[in-house]
């Protein structure tokens, strides 16, 4: 692994429950798979079709996607951003086997769904794929 997670192991050890991935970091870049729109008492999860890019040195309070109108444009130019991020999930996934699966409770009917027999089903998938060898030249 190679990450040093010192805060992230200080709340693990308080019981601290990992539900939903948002985004990744990776140096100024913010790259989010999901975006909440208002305030935690009524905000809504949103997952766009396409990942939302922020570079947090040019815009720290993350309002372009919404405000700008050259987003799309700039988006497009920064698109090359998928290669380190993705890298960066893959080396995250691999790592999840490592940790016993616990199922979160919930008193909310609305997170009822089939997302989690969908990610074993992902991890399968993935786990098929890094066992094959590579073709021998």
């Known amino acids: 692994m190679g990450y040093k997670t010192p805060s992230i192991d200080r709340i693990a050890k308080e019981g601290a429950l990992f539900t939903d991935a948002y985004a990744v ?5 913010k790259v989010s798979f999901a975006v909440v729109n208002g305030n935690i008492a009524t905000g ?4 766009p079709g ?3 890019i922020v570079n947090l040195r040019a815009d720290p309070y993350e309002k372009a996607p919404r405000e700008s109108g050259l987003y799309l444009r700039w988006y497009a130019d920064n698109i090359w951003l998928f290669v380190p991020v993705q890298q960066k999930l893959k080396t995250f996934l691999m790592m999840l086997p490592q940790f016993p699966f616990q199922e979160g409770s919930s008193l909310n009917a609305a997170g009822i769904n089939y997302n989690s027999l969908a990610a074993m089903e992902a991890m399968k998938r993935l786990q098929q794929l890094e066992s094959l060898s590579p073709p021998a030249n």
């Open 44 to 47: 809504t999860r949103d997952v």
């Open 25 to 29: 970091r990776w140096n100024d870049w």
């Open 50 to 52: 396409w990942p939302e």
